[in-house]
């Protein structure tokens, strides 16, 4: 269980991190806040979310990505607390994750797994779907 919450939890991070950054923010904090918050005043949350998002488009624009993501790993980490307080919070958050997360459902899911062995490689590698009129010249 505990592995589960703790995807969740990371689901849940990633998920708020790409929203702060996106112009669906506006519509989506004050539920974030709420669930956070868990029942309490959404006041000091909100305070944090907003420095999160502005230490995010800091870290962004600086082309920082540890300082992104340290923001996601404290909201990671702040998941998984409220999730280990409140089991309950797991259906809510996923439910919540449910209704804001980007919607994906017309993109297929595709895995794909490429090794390079047999010594060095000197070339160029490339990796795609549907390459069409691509010219490469050394």
């Known amino acids: 269980m505990e ?3 703790a995807a969740l939890a990371a689901s849940g991070a990633t998920t708020l991190v790409g929203l702060m950054v996106s112009d669906a923010w506006t519509q989506t904090r004050e539920r974030v806040a709420r669930f956070l918050a868990r029942g309490e005043e959404t006041d000091g949350v909100d305070e944090e979310l907003d420095a999160s998002r502005e230490g995010l488009i800091a870290a962004r624009d600086g082309e920082d990505p540890d300082a992104a993501a340290d923001i996601e790993d404290e909201w990671r980490l702040r998941m ?3 999730l280990r307080a409140d089991p309950a919070a797991a259906q809510e ?4 994750l449910d209704e804001i997360a980007p919607r994906t459902a017309d993109v297929p899911t595709v895995t794909v797994n490429n090794s390079v062995s047999g010594g060095t490689q000197n070339a160029q590698v490339i990796q795609g779907q549907n ?5 490469l010249r050394y």
């Open 80 to 82: 998984r607390r409220a």
């Open 3 to 5: 592995a589960e919450l």
């Open 131 to 135: 390459i069409v009129g691509l010219t």
């Open 93 to 96: 958050l996923r439910l919540l």
